[in-house]
């Protein structure tokens, strides 16, 4: 068993999609699905503290890895329950000894580009340099399996359209693929997902121990993946997840691109098929030019 308890979870699921008819092109009524966005307000301990918007496919990871990168909890342990009620939207959350300062730690407040979450809490910037990230590297041919395994996944975004996709990898192994209204949440969903695993169960059953004091799922050998761009915020939360490369469908921004080199973190950006561009951290992308299956170029 792990020497902390995770936290007890409902498993509050409702449908990500509704059908109904829309005019086409041609004058016609046509069948298509949308995806259905709700309110979730959270509560800690009784304190109301945000409202996320969100397609409700995993709402109690996502209210963990919300409390998570909002740098608000230190560890799932510190949580003892996520109750989530879609009847009256709202997830409520009780810790087992309170979060102290809540309400210093969250009035700086910083309106941001994402969908689906309004506002971040202001010191995630004030401790980035604090962070720092493992020495991790990933091949040109595992990158192109990462693009692969996105392409052929089912998702709600092939069905519906208008939602963004994120996932964690090991290499080029999937291991979990969240969907949401917004890319943060889908971070979120991820950071509160790797919390929730068993790292102590999982090293018996691999005839190895975890490292002490290790929460959840280390991010060290990991690669995180979205189809959105690649913010400062979303650079920032990846590291925080202890993440070391980010590869994005979509481009970076100029602040993401200066957190990225600030911490030394590979970020690639414009991953379609086999054309990608690494904006930072090329050390830690071992090219493979010749699998580009093109004329090969000299940059200089």
């Not at 020497?3 to 409702?14: N, V």
């Not at 192994?173 to 949440?185: I, Q, S």
């Not at 929460?215 to 050998?221: E, P, T, V």
């Amino acid at each position: 068993m792990s020497a902390s308890p995770l936290p007890r979870l409902t498993h509050a699921r409702l449908p990500l999609t509704r059908e109904l008819s829309a005019v086409n092109e041609y004058g016609e009524l046509q069948r298509v699905w949308i995806p259905v966005e709700r309110a979730l307000t959270v509560y800690v301990d009784k304190r109301e503290l945000v409202t996320l918007m969100t397609l409700g496919a995993q709402p109690e990871l996502l209210v963990l890895g919300y409390l998570r990168n909002q740098r608000l909890i230190r560890g799932a342990h510190e949580v003892e329950s996520i109750t989530v009620d879609w009847e009256v939207g709202a997830a409520a959350v009780k810790t087992r000894s309170g979060i102290a300062n809540i309400e210093a730690k969250t009035a700086s407040k910083v309106v941001t580009t994402g969908c689906g979450q309004g506002s971040v809490f202001g010191s995630l910037m004030a401790d980035v340099d604090k962070l720092v990230l493992p020495p991790a590297t990933l091949t040109q041919e595992q990158l192109y399996g990462i693009v692969n395994a996105i392409r052929v996944q089912d998702s709600t975004y092939k069905t519906a359209g208008s939602v963004h996709g994120c996932a964690l990898f090991r290499r080029d192994e999937m291991l979990t693929f969240v969907e949401d209204v917004g890319r943060h949440n889908a971070i979120d969903t991820i950071a509160g997902w790797m919390w929730m695993q068993d790292v102590a169960a999982a090293a018996s059953e691999a005839g190895a121990s975890a490292s002490p004091g290790q929460l959840g799922l280390s991010g060290a050998d990991k690669v995180f993946y979205t189809t959105g761009r690649l913010t400062s915020e979303m650079v920032i939360k990846a590291a925080q997840m202890g993440i070391p490369i980010v590869v994005s469908r979509s481009g970076i921004t100029q602040m993401g691109l200066e957190v990225a080199q600030r911490l030394d973190l590979c970020a690639i950006g414009r991953a379609t098929n086999k054309r990608f561009l690494c904006f930072s951290g090329a050390q830690r992308l071992q090219l493979q030019p010749e699998l580009a299956g093109a004329k090969l170029r000299v940059v200089a």
